[in-house]
């Protein structure tokens, strides 16, 4: 059985902050040329990169969650969040699956969205 055929499990209700990224069409090309970035690697990516090598090697974390959670995120990368690139598909896919987990909130995650949107705007 798929981890998305379980509602307990990656997929289960919807994220509203997650929705509402994927129906703005959050990627790092519009977002860059809208304000003018050359550069083609967005700003978050090594972050992005260095929670999910942390995530890996955390010792709370057992080898099967490891390898759950790394399943959860590659299938609603091509279910959930099909409709968004590489790297957004991963970053989005990480949160749903951390907040289904319970390892971060979702009323938190959309505040500090609001915080990075508040300062991109101001």
């Not at 519009?30 to 090598?53: E, F, H, I």
């Not at 896919?93 to 289904?100: D, K």
């Not at 500090?112 to 101001?122: F, G, H, Q």
């Given at each position: 059985?798929?981890?998305?055929?379980?509602?307990?499990?990656?997929?289960?209700?919807?994220?509203?902050?997650?929705?509402?990224?994927?129906?703005?069409?959050?990627?790092?090309?519009?977002?860059?040329?809208?304000?003018?970035?050359?550069?083609?690697?967005?700003?978050?990516?090594?972050?992005?990169?260095?929670?999910?090598?942390?995530?890996?090697?955390?010792?709370?974390s057992t080898a099967?969650?490891?390898?759950?959670?790394?399943?959860?995120?590659?299938?609603?990368?091509?279910?959930?969040?099909?409709?968004?690139?590489?790297?957004?598909?991963?970053?989005?896919?990480?949160?749903?699956?951390?907040?289904?987990?319970?390892?971060?909130?979702?009323?938190?995650l959309a505040q500090?969205?609001?915080?990075?949107?508040?300062?991109?705007?101001?």
């Open positions: 059985m798929s981890n998305l055929d379980n509602p307990d499990r990656a997929e289960g209700p919807s994220i509203a902050p997650l929705a509402k990224i994927v129906e703005r069409n959050q990627v790092w090309g519009r977002m860059a040329a809208k304000y003018g970035v050359d550069n083609p690697v967005p700003p978050w990516q090594t972050s992005l990169d260095g929670l999910c090598d942390a995530l890996d090697q955390s010792s709370c099967l969650l490891t390898v759950d959670r790394r399943n959860d995120e590659d299938e609603l990368s091509v279910t959930v969040y099909s409709g968004l690139p590489y790297p957004e598909s991963r970053l989005v896919a990480l949160a749903h699956s951390l907040i289904r987990r319970g390892l971060i909130d979702e009323a938190e500090r969205l609001a915080d990075v949107r508040a300062r991109l705007e101001a």
